[in-house]
């Protein structure tokens, strides 16, 4: 079965700063990951997905991810931090050749910006 | 186009109430799932559609039945709610299975 690690709760990061939101998986075959965002009183927003090709995936608002197979690792990163990306992210993961499986989703990672 | 909707916002129910969420797409799309949110506990799935008249179970299916009588609309009922189940319940939807998936705007459903 799959499986997604965020090991970090929370994140603090001053703006302008560079700021890494960290994400491991678990899955049988080759990955199909994704990155949602959750403002306050909101549903989730689609940020970037990698399902083959370049390791480096740009998303929306300046975010990208870099996917590494030999670590299982798809660490969303940004290189300067606003106060507006303070929000919950999400890292999602199903296999990429499985039929009906759906996605599992990580704990979430509460992002902090501080002005 | 607007997207995904859900109906009710709020709700409150008494132990044993009954109720039914709705979730709405107008997207054309196939999958539709049900996911509830707890703090620190991330997204759960708790039941998902492929099309049409067909529901599976997910990862946290107990107290929960679902309906797909039609494409646009999911609907997740609760038959005899207890205060587990209080929770934000957000709906989302997908054109295939790998496609990315629209949430919508959540219902917060306590449960007394």
């Known amino acids: 079965a799959q499986s997604v690690a965020q090991p970090e709760d929370q994140v603090n990061v001053a703006e302008g700063n560079p700021l890494t939101v960290k994400c491991t998986y678990s899955?049988?075959?080759?990955?199909?990951l994704f990155w949602y965002v959750q403002y306050p009183n909101r549903g989730l927003q689609f940020l970037l997905k990698?399902?083959?090709?370049?390791?480096l995936v740009k998303g929306s608002y300046g975010f990208e991810a870099e996917f590494n197979k030999s670590q299982t690792s798809f660490h969303l990163k940004k290189p300067s931090a606003l106060v507006s990306d303070s929000a919950l992210y999400f890292c999602?993961?199903?296999?990429?050749?499985?039929?009906?499986?759906?996605?599992?989703f990580g704990k979430g990672t509460r992002l902090s910006v501080i002005a | 186009n607007a997207g995904v909707t859900q109906t009710p916002k709020f709700r409150v129910l008494k132990t044993g109430q009954s109720m039914t969420l709705l979730c709405a797409q107008d997207m054309n799309h196939e999958y539709m799932y049900w996911y509830r949110q707890d703090p620190g506990m991330g997204l759960r799935l708790i039941h998902y559609s492929v099309g049409e008249g067909t529901t599976a179970k997910g990862e946290v299916p107990d107290g929960y039945n679902v309906s797909r009588l039609k494409k646009q609309n999911f609907l997740l009922g609760l038959e005899s709610a207890a205060p587990s189940q209080t929770s934000v319940y957000f709906c989302?939807?997908?054109?295939?299975?790998?496609?990315?998936?629209?949430f919508g705007p959540g219902t917060r459903l306590t449960v007394l």
């Open positions: 990698y399902i083959t090709g370049d390791n």
């Open positions: 989302a939807s997908s054109l295939t299975g790998v496609d990315t998936q629209y």
């Open positions: 899955v049988s075959g080759n990955p199909y």
């Open positions: 999602a993961v199903r296999p990429l050749h499985s039929g009906n499986t759906p996605l599992v």
